[in-house]
T-cell receptor, first 111, second 110 residues
Framework: GIQVEQSPPDLILQEGANSTLRCNFS?????LQWFHQNPWGQLINLFYIPSGTKQNGRLSATTVATERYSLLYISSSQTTDSGVYFCAVPYYGGSQGNLIFGKGTKLSVKP | ETGVTQSPTHLIKTRGQQVTLRCSSQ?????VSWYQQALGQGPQFIFQ???????GRGNFPPRFSGLQFPNYSSELNVNALELDDSALYLC?????????FGPGTRLTVL
């Protein structure tokens, strides 16, 4: 089945710093989602981005489907950005694809 | 807020017992997927329900079963609980491709 790898596994930043999180996947996909999991376990949708670039405030994401990777950029990080960031792709290419998650990047932003 | 709700929030059971977890999907969403997330891991797909029918299953034993109701809400049932079933259980609802998650139920098996 499809493999999803995220890097780095852990990241510690000072408040105000920028960061780039990477997600590699082993097969072509028609769907990719980025999530932020807060300390209470809630998975918050950040981006649905099968290809191209999207921006939402201080966050932006780029997916290059032909090269099988996606990047999540966080600028001017804040302590509230702390948590685990997951990317996920469908188990199969159908419209109701079940998501395969990477192991996540744990981000800690220090004041 | 995603509009997806789950109950209960926390649950403690003993080995061998049975448990039922519940999920209400976002209004208008006809598909519910369930995931298990062990500590320090990414969520793992259990199964999906689409219009009351199972529509795909991950690598979980038959003691994990589910239902979807006409209003598209869903239940996850786990029989003969094992210690390794301790995890955060997440449900997600969707209408098309993008999935939206509930807050999860944290199950502890003693």
């Amino acid at each position: 089945g499809i493999q999803v790898e995220q890097s780095p596994p852990d990241l510690i930043l000072q408040e105000g710093a920028n960061s780039t999180l990477r997600c590699n996947f082993s097969d072509s996909v028609n769907n990719l989602q980025w999530f932020h999991q807060n300390p209470w376990g809630q998975l918050i949708n950040l981006f649905y981005i099968p290809s191209g670039t999207k921006q939402n405030g201080r966050l932006s994401a780029t997916t290059v489907a032909t090269e099988r990777y996606s990047l999540l950029y966080i600028s001017s990080s804040q302590t509230t950005d702390s948590g685990v960031y997951f990317c996920a792709v469908p188990y199969y290419g159908g419209s109701q694809g079940n998501l395969i998650f990477g192991k996540g990047t744990k981000l800690s932003v220090k004041p | 807020e995603t509009g997806v709700t789950q109950s209960p929030t926390h649950l403690i059971k003993t080995r061998g017992q049975q448990v039922t977890l519940r999920c209400s999907s976002q209004s208008g969403h006809n598909t519910v997927s369930w995931y298990q997330q062990a500590l320090g891991q990414g969520p793992q797909f259990i199964f999906q329900y689409y219009r009351e029918e199972e529509n795909g299953r991950g690598n979980f034993p038959p003691r994990f079963s589910g239902l979807q109701f006409p209003n598209y809400s869903s239940e996850l049932n786990v029989n003969a609980l094992e210690l390794d079933d301790s995890a955060l259980y997440l449900c997600a609802s969707s209408l098309a491709i993008e999935q939206f998650f509930g807050p999860g139920t944290r199950l502890t098996v003693l």
